[in-house]
Nanobody
Framework: VQLVESGGGLVQPGGSLRLSCLASGSTGSINAMEWYRQRPGQQREFVAGITRERGTTNYADSVKGRSTISRDTALNTMLLQMNSLKPDDTGVYYC?????????WGQGTQVTVSS
């Protein structure tokens, strides 16, 4: 499985971004997909996750109510819609796939929230 994130960029506080994660390879082995982020000077942290079969979702408290995770199994794509962005949301956002054999990470996409 290979993962490629896109959609990051510079956005003003209060703005929105939609991050995408495109999976390729043995995508049938993916059980769930997740978003993580690493804010400057901090450890990587969980943001949101979704199961492949049922689409069950969960969110970190820090983004709950402002973010929506979704997946399109036909397109092997996971999305993260982020609204009401704050400067504290700045960081590198990573896609992670939980497969039958191992976890796979993408290369990350930078999100910068600044005026």
């Amino acid at each position: 499985v290979q993962l490629v994130e896109s959609g990051g960029g510079l956005v003003q506080p209060g703005g929105s971004l939609r991050l995408s994660c495109l999976a390729s390879g043995s995508t049938g082995s993916i059980n769930a997909m997740e978003w993580y982020r690493q804010r400057p000077g901090q450890q990587r942290e969980f943001v949101a996750g979704i199961t492949r079969e049922r689409g069950t979702t969960n969110y970190a408290d820090s983004v709950k109510g402002r973010s929506t995770i979704s997946r399109d199994t036909a397109l092997n794509t996971m999305l993260l819609q982020m609204n009401s962005l704050k400067p504290d949301d700045t960081g590198v956002y990573y896609c992670k796939a939980l497969t039958l054999w191992r976890d796979v990470w993408g290369q990350g996409t930078q999100v910068t929230v600044s005026s």
